[in-house]
Structures are given as structure tokens and as C-alpha cells.
């Protein structure tokens, strides 16, 4: 079977449409209906099949595509792999969220000159859905993304994940409304309260929620903000209550009522394409950032 052909049907598993199929990779959707048909001749069965206006994949298909991620990837390995001794050199792509970029990749980027002077880091600051999407399309190397143990986003097939580091978050309050007790009890003494969750990925309000429900009842969520610092001024404002780190100091009028039992702890994760990690420059920064070193760097770094 062509490769080029099994791109194509991984990709129409993965958007759902050959237009956006052949916007995706610079082609005609009757290019890419063409070489589908060839492909299913290739296999001996069919791919896909009507769907009103639009196509969608057999079972056959489905369990083709799955194929396809795995060929794909072991070809990509494959290419990468065939000279594993040269001098990693090229610019890697990173798309991530703002606190493993300054608490995992600046120390370690800060670095990288003195040890490889033709690697470079590219970042962009993405919240994990964001950054996933960009992973997907082929437009960021690596994604720094996060979920919470209450909360586990889980990863498509298509890519690969390694854990990074871990930290443990409480409930962000008004200065003096000290709570006692285990998670369960913290939520009760809120439950009249009004609720603030991130306004660009739906994790620490998949946590409230479910906490809230352990605790017998449905928050109700008000506000939302994409900043730590404004949900914060929200606090103070009096305007509700919300998720906060644990370990960062918090600002005058707010304070931390711890979780425990079942402890909140948010999961930071390095996310690569299947395939991929065998290129030098983004293997260097996958070493330094999951290895020994960076967690020396990594206490050095600013909170």
C-alpha cells in the first residue's frame, strides 16, 4: 500500500471530511477521492461509504486508518533513525501552557547554546487543546499539556506522552474564610458560593464538578478567566471562589484552602507525534526535559 494514500485515510479519520482533508495537505478533494478509491483496491475491501453529503469510514476503514497511524509512524521513525549521529541542529516547535514554559523549558532552553548552537526552540503559548491541535496538523513538534488526576484527558493513538511533573492545587478563597476538614468539606462550606473556571480549557472546571458532586451538589459556575492573576482580583472582589496552586504564593486577600482526600493535583505532560521522537534536535529537548538534568535546572528556574 502507497503511503501517501494511507496519510490520506488517516488524516479523513482524524477531520471527518476530504475537504478538509485536502485543505489540510494542499490538494483537491477529488485528488484525494481518487487515491482513496485506488487505496481501497490496494486492500481488497472497502474504505469508506456515504454518509448523506459526506463520506465515512468502514469498519474496514477504521481498522485501516489505525494501521496507517502505526506504518506512518515506524516510516517517520525509520527516516529519522537513519543517521542518529549527526549534530542535532533545526528549530523545535513547542506549544504550551504557561507554567511548564517557564518551569520546565526556559531553564533547559537557556542551556541549549553552549551545548548545541544550531538547535534552536521556537514557543508558542497554547492551552492544551490548542496546543494538541497544533501537534495534529504538524505545526508545533511538541506540546507541553496538562490534566488533573480527577480529571484525565487521555491521548489519541496518534500520539506519544511522557509525564513531567506534578503539583498539587487547593481552593483559591477570601482572606479568613479558613476551612477545615478533607476536599469533601471544603466544597460543602462553598456550596452557595460562586464559582471561577478557565475560560480556555475545560480541566480545573471537570474537577470542580466532580468534586462538587462527591460533596452533593452542582457548583454553579459564574465566572470565567483565562489568568491566575485575574481570577485572583476575582476572589478579592468578592465575585467567587476557585482553583489555585498550592505552591505559589497568592495575592493579599486570598488564601488557599488545601484539597486533600481526594488530593487535586494537576499532571503536566511532553506530547510528540508517533514517530517523531527519533529527530535529533526534538529528541535533545524530550532528554532534557524529562532526564535528571532538568530537575536541577528546574529548581533553579523562577515559581
Same mark, same amino acid.
Given at each position: 500500500?502507497? $503511503?501517501?494514500?494511507?496519510?490520506?485515510?488517516? +488524516?479523513?479519520? #482524524?477531520?471527518?471530511?476530504?475537504? +478538509?482533508?485536502?485543505?489540510?495537505?494542499?490538494? &483537491?478533494?477529488?485528488?484525494?477521492?481518487?487515491?482513496?478509491? /485506488?487505496?481501497?483496491?490496494?486492500?481488497? &475491501?472497502?474504505?469508506?461509504?456515504?454518509?448523506?453529503?459526506?463520506?465515512?469510514?468502514?469498519?474496514?476503514?477504521?481498522?485501516?486508518?489505525?494501521?496507517?497511524?502505526?506504518?506512518?509512524?515506524?516510516?517517520?521513525?525509520?527516516?529519522?533513525?537513519?543517521?542518529?549521529?549527526?549534530?542535532?541542529?533545526?528549530?523545535?516547535?513547542?506549544?504550551?501552557?504557561?507554567?511548564?514554559?517557564?518551569?520546565?523549558?526556559?531553564?533547559?532552553?537557556?542551556?541549549?547554546?553552549?551545548?548545541? +548552537?544550531?538547535?534552536?526552540?521556537?514557543?508558542?503559548?497554547?492551552?492544551?487543546?490548542?496546543?494538541?491541535?497544533?501537534?495534529?496538523?504538524?505545526? =508545533?513538534?511538541?506540546?507541553?499539556?496538562?490534566?488533573? $488526576?480527577?480529571?484525565?484527558?487521555? *491521548?489519541?493513538? @496518534?500520539? +506519544?506522552?511522557?509525564?513531567?511533573?506534578?503539583?498539587?492545587?487547593?481552593?483559591? =478563597?477570601?482572606?479568613?474564610?479558613?476551612?477545615?476538614?478533607?476536599?469533601?468539606? /471544603?466544597? #460543602?462550606? *462553598?456550596?452557595?458560593?460562586?464559582?471561577?473556571? $478557565?475560560? #480556555?480549557?475545560?480541566?480545573?472546571?471537570?474537577?470542580?464538578?466532580?468534586?462538587?458532586?462527591?460533596? !452533593?451538589?452542582?457548583?454553579?459556575?459564574?465566572?470565567?478567566?483565562?489568568?491566575?492573576?485575574?481570577?485572583?482580583?476575582?476572589?478579592?472582589? !468578592?465575585?467567587?471562589?476557585?482553583?489555585?496552586?498550592?505552591?505559589?504564593? @497568592?495575592?493579599?486577600?486570598?488564601?488557599?484552602?488545601?484539597?486533600?482526600?481526594?488530593?487535586?493535583?494537576?499532571?503536566? *505532560?511532553? =506530547?510528540?507525534?508517533? !514517530?517523531?521522537?527519533?529527530?535529533?534536535?526534538?529528541? =535533545?529537548?524530550?532528554?532534557?526535559?524529562?532526564?535528571?538534568?532538568?530537575?536541577?535546572?528546574? #529548581?533553579?528556574?523562577?515559581?
Amino acid at each position: 500500500m502507497n $503511503n501517501d494514500r494511507l496519510l490520506l485515510l488517516a +488524516e479523513l479519520a #482524524r477531520l471527518g471530511s476530504m475537504r +478538509e482533508v485536502a485543505e489540510e495537505l494542499g490538494t &483537491t478533494t477529488s485528488t484525494v477521492s481518487q487515491q482513496l478509491a /485506488v487505496l481501497a483496491k490496494e486492500a481488497g &475491501t472497502a474504505l469508506i461509504e456515504p454518509d448523506g453529503r459526506r463520506v465515512r469510514l468502514t469498519p474496514a476503514g477504521r481498522r485501516l486508518a489505525g494501521h496507517a497511524v502505526t506504518i506512518l509512524a515506524a516510516v517517520e521513525a525509520a527516516r529519522l533513525d537513519l543517521d542518529p549521529s549527526a549534530e542535532p541542529a533545526g528549530t523545535v516547535r513547542v506549544a504550551g501552557f504557561a507554567t511548564a514554559i517557564r518551569r520546565s523549558l526556559l531553564p533547559i532552553v537557556a542551556a541549549l547554546p553552549a551545548r548545541h +548552537e544550531r538547535l534552536r526552540v521556537q514557543i508558542h503559548e497554547h492551552e492544551p487543546a490548542e496546543a494538541l491541535q497544533l501537534l495534529a496538523a504538524d505545526e =508545533v513538534d511538541l506540546a507541553l499539556t496538562y490534566d488533573y $488526576n480527577l480529571a484525565p484527558s487521555g *491521548f489519541p493513538d @496518534t500520539v +506519544e506522552a511522557s509525564p513531567l511533573w506534578s503539583a498539587r492545587w487547593s481552593l483559591g =478563597v477570601p482572606a479568613g474564610a479558613g476551612v477545615d476538614g478533607d476536599a469533601l468539606a /471544603v466544597f #460543602r462550606a *462553598f456550596r452557595d458560593a460562586s464559582w471561577l473556571v $478557565n475560560s #480556555r480549557n475545560t480541566a480545573d472546571e471537570d474537577v470542580v464538578r466532580t468534586v462538587a458532586s462527591m460533596a !452533593g451538589y452542582t457548583p454553579r459556575i459564574a465566572h470565567r478567566a483565562d489568568s491566575l492573576e485575574l481570577l485572583q482580583d476575582l476572589i478579592v472582589a !468578592g465575585l467567587g471562589v476557585g482553583l489555585l496552586p498550592a505552591d505559589q504564593p @497568592t495575592a493579599a486577600g486570598v488564601a488557599l484552602a488545601p484539597l486533600r482526600r481526594p488530593d487535586v493535583r494537576l499532571r503536566a *505532560f511532553a =506530547v510528540t507525534r508517533r !514517530g517523531r521522537r527519533a529527530w535529533p534536535p526534538l529528541a =535533545v529537548v524530550l532528554d532534557l526535559l524529562t532526564g535528571p538534568a532538568p530537575q536541577r535546572l528546574v #529548581r533553579n528556574a523562577p515559581a
